[in-house]
């Protein structure tokens, strides 16, 4: 019941986390409006601003996550991100959301590997592909309440032109969103006081007990590059959707802020959390009755289904097909959310574990998120040459990659069961 409570309440953070990263993605035009920015400046703050800081301060806290209390690390992460997603709000020109956005960042570097390393202590391996999988849903869930969230406080105050909130006097609808936003997300370090921290599985650790991060990762490269390189060039194209679908829907089919909010984000809620919380429960569910690398194979062709859905939704004619198509799409597009990552916990031993997740994030976070927004933003600009050929420029970019990636984490299957071979062993001792 412990370990169940503490998945749900961290699963809670990363759902806020998701929020406050994602938010921005609905508030492109006002935000382009106000501060006279352009495409690729906006996807400069999705991506590179929040990624900076995100990745770089992965490393470092991955290691602290390995020596000191977990439960700590996510409570100072989370105040951090909540407060600097409220400072968005009162940015006044590029640089200062910038600075902002890498705040946003630094602090949400603490969660997933702490997460992670302690949902792997809580659970034995067989079992830990679903609750894995149950906390990476927050990313699709937290992907669509920014939606439903941010469109509904944008129709409700975007009446008048200005807002007006205690203390800070009158601000833009889009200040006051990312104000409401990140302070009602400090809930969760009141909820983290009531969360066990979990004993350390060191009997987990078998031949590799002692052993650094950097001897475990070129004595299993194979597997390593592989995966990483698969699902960082897929992330590439997750950031890449998650950050112009919302504009896509916008500039293309003319909806607005508040409709997209509502249809796009519940199709990403539901479809979007069901592929993750589904795939999580099928690997467990084959892992328990013998199926090796069950967690990659799921990834693999996951990825390689969801390439021709997401091209046949960029290229609809009207947005009701569009979104229609993207409902499958959702399914197999988050399936790798918990998997991937799930599969190097059960590829790593215990004392390693946090170091690992945060090398995963950091590399795909250094991937993913500084290249995915401004790859479509390029493409858009000067490929296609006109700001409404959104569609066409995420379409291009899940065909250059979907198959890649998809056939890179296919190709990490034999080598991934020679690591857990590994961990098999009988300890050696000295």
């Not at 439903?148 to 006051?176: K, N, Y």
């Not at 590799?208 to 590439?236: D, K, Q, T, W």
Request: aromatic share 10%; hydrophobic share 55%.
């Amino acid at each position: 019941m412990r370990s169940w409570f503490a998945v749900t309440v961290l699963t809670l953070g990363y759902t806020v986390s998701f929020v406050d990263r994602t938010i921005l993605s609905l508030l492109i035009d006002p935000i382009k409006a106000d501060l006279g920015l352009s495409d690729t400046q906006i996807a400069l703050l999705q991506g590179l601003a929040f990624g900076l800081f995100y990745t770089v301060m992965g490393m470092p806290l991955g290691w602290l996550v390995d020596r000191t209390s977990r439960r700590r690390v996510v409570a100072i992460g989370v105040t951090t991100w909540c407060l600097a997603t409220a400072v968005c709000g009162l940015a006044g020109n590029f640089w200062h959301l910038f600075i902002a956005r890498m705040g946003v960042g630094a602090g949400e570097a603490s969660l997933s590997p702490a997460a992670i390393s302690m949902i792997g202590d809580s659970f034995p391996p067989e079992r830990r592909a679903f609750p894995i999988s149950v906390y990476s849903m927050a990313s699709s869930v937290g992907a669509g309440l920014a939606l439903m969230v941010g469109g509904t406080v944008i129709q409700l105050i975007s009446a008048q032109p200005r807002f007006a909130l205690p203390l800070l006097g009158e601000v833009a609808p889009w200040q006051a969103t990312f104000i409401i936003v990140g302070l009602a997300g400090l809930v969760v370090v009141v909820l983290l006081a009531f969360v066990t921290e979990p004993v350390r599985r060191e009997a987990l650790v078998r031949e590799e007990s002692g052993s650094g991060l950097i001897p475990h990762l070129n004595r299993h490269r194979g597997f390593h590059l592989r995966h990483l390189g698969g699902m960082a060039l897929y992330c590439v194209l997750i950031y890449g959707v998650l950050s112009w679908m919302p504009a896509y829907f916008i500039r293309t089919f003319g909806w607005t802020p508040g409709q997209v909010g509502l249809r796009y984000g519940l199709v990403v809620t539901l479809f979007g959390g069901s592929g993750l919380a589904g795939a999580g429960w099928l690997a467990s569910h084959l892992a328990i009755r013998g199926m090796r690398a069950a967690s990659l194979k799921i990834t693999g062709w996951s990825i390689l289904i969801v390439t021709p859905l997401l091209v046949a939704a960029c290229l609809a004619p009207d947005g009701w097909t569009a979104l229609f198509i993207l409902a499958p799409a959702m399914i197999a597009f988050t399936a790798s959310g918990g998997l991937a990552v799930s599969a190097l916990c059960e590829a790593a031993p215990g004392n390693l574990r946090g170091r690992t997740a945060a090398l995963y994030y950091f590399v795909l976070g250094m991937v993913g998120l500084t290249v995915g927004p401004v790859s479509v933003a390029l493409i858009t600009e000067h490929v296609f040459g006109n700001p409404n050929a959104l569609g066409p420029a995420i379409a291009l970019t899940a065909c250059v990659l979907g198959p890649i990636a998809g056939l890179l984490v296919l190709s990490a299957i034999k080598p991934f069961g020679r690591a857990v071979d590994a961990l098999a062993k009988p300890a050696v001792t000295a």
